[in-house]
């Protein structure tokens, strides 16, 4: 089997384990099929996911100029306590600002191996905690607006982490830990305007990703330095492709990398 196409993150379908998809313009491939195969991913050019150029690839699948001027880029994705929409401010385009940040939006805490806080937007659940190779994750409060999330997760961020241990995870070096219990404690820090839409009754959900075997010692791939990798398929977590050598391949992280895969065995 042969495909080319440019990346984007890999869509997610939760069952028992995780069901992983790379959508290419006519096709797709089932990742979870691939698993004992050996693979081959060949970097051809970059293909920025706005302007369609071939531009070097800048941050989230974007080339440098896309990053500084499209509404999908603004500051507020990355920290949501910068959202304005809610104000009725423009950041870089209003009526796509409002849409984003103008629906109810979850702050959680997810476990990929240690327990962290995060926001999304509530239609993101669960794929935002797959993406994040959570195992485990449960919602804090549901708020009506990006901004009230984002608040929340800035009072939060002081009692427990918002970063996630990628090596952890992909090794699987991850605690079982009751986050119902660890809500319960954070309760008491949620600010004010917030404290209506605490959650306390939602349970854990559970995540099972599809890995046969863990790696010990990881080695990245990074296909802007090396653009040829062969390799048998172990498992994928995360956004993560794990192969029987250590090496570990962020998708997400090449968005707008156009490639071409094999199936080799
Ligand atoms: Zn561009």
């Given at each position: 089997?042969?495909?080319?196409?440019?990346?984007?993150?890999?869509?997610?379908?939760?069952?028992?384990?995780?069901?992983?998809?790379?959508?290419?313009?006519?096709?797709?491939?089932?990742?979870?099929?691939?698993?004992?195969?050996?693979?081959?991913?060949?970097?051809?050019?970059?293909?920025?996911?706005s302007?369609?150029?071939?531009?070097?690839?800048?941050?989230?699948?974007?080339?440098?100029?896309?990053?500084?001027?499209?509404?999908?880029?603004?500051?507020?994705?990355?920290?949501?306590?910068?959202?304005?929409?809610?104000?009725?401010?423009?950041?870089?385009?209003?009526?796509?600002?409002?849409?984003?940040?103008?629906?109810?939006?979850?702050?959680?805490?997810?476990?990929?191996?240690?327990?962290?806080?995060?926001?999304?937007?509530?239609?993101?659940?669960?794929?935002?905690?797959?993406?994040?190779?959570?195992?485990?994750?449960?919602?804090?409060?549901?708020?009506?607006n990006?901004?009230?999330?984002?608040?929340?997760?800035?009072?939060?961020?002081?009692?427990?982490?918002?970063?996630?241990?990628?090596?952890?995870?992909?090794?699987?070096?991850?605690?079982?830990?009751?986050?119902?219990?660890?809500?319960?404690?954070?309760?008491?820090?949620?600010?004010e305007?917030?404290?209506?839409?605490y959650?306390?009754?939602?349970?854990?959900?559970?995540?099972?990703?599809?890995?046969?075997?863990?790696?010990?010692?990881?080695?990245?791939?990074?296909?802007?330095?090396?653009?040829?990798?062969?390799?048998?398929?172990?498992?994928?977590?995360?956004?993560?492709?794990?192969?029987?050598?250590?090496?570990v391949?962020?998708?997400?992280?090449?968005?707008?990398?156009?490639?071409?895969?094999?199936?080799?065995?």
């Amino acid at each position: 089997m042969h495909y080319e196409g440019v990346l984007t993150k890999m869509r997610t379908e939760i069952t028992d384990v995780v069901q992983y998809y790379l959508v290419w313009d006519n096709d797709f491939i089932n990742f979870n099929q691939l698993l004992g195969k050996k693979i081959s991913i060949n970097f051809l050019k970059y293909q920025c996911l706005s302007c369609g150029l071939e531009k070097k690839i800048f941050r989230q699948g974007f080339c440098y100029d896309c990053f500084q001027s499209i509404p999908q880029a603004g500051d507020w994705v990355i920290s949501p306590e910068k959202s304005r929409a809610h104000l009725d401010e423009e950041d870089r385009d209003l009526e796509f600002e409002k849409r984003a940040q103008l629906q109810p939006h979850v702050v959680y805490l997810a476990n990929s191996s240690d327990v962290k806080v995060g926001v999304t937007r509530k239609s993101q659940i669960p794929t935002r905690w797959i993406d994040q190779g959570a195992h485990e994750a449960i919602e804090i409060v549901e708020v009506p607006n990006r901004y009230l999330a984002g608040i929340t997760e800035v009072a939060l961020k002081d009692h427990v982490s918002d970063k996630t241990n990628w090596r952890k995870m992909l090794t699987n070096e991850v605690l079982d830990l009751d986050l119902a219990e660890v809500r319960e404690k954070l309760k008491q820090y949620i600010p004010e305007e917030a404290r209506e839409y605490y959650l306390a009754s939602n349970k854990e959900t559970e995540i099972t990703f599809p890995v046969k075997k863990f790696p010990e010692k990881i080695k990245t791939l990074n296909l802007g330095k090396n653009p040829f990798y062969e390799g048998v398929l172990t498992g994928i977590k995360g956004q993560y492709l794990l192969f029987e050598d250590g090496t570990v391949f962020n998708v997400r992280g090449h968005e707008g990398f156009v490639v071409e895969l094999k199936v080799l065995v």
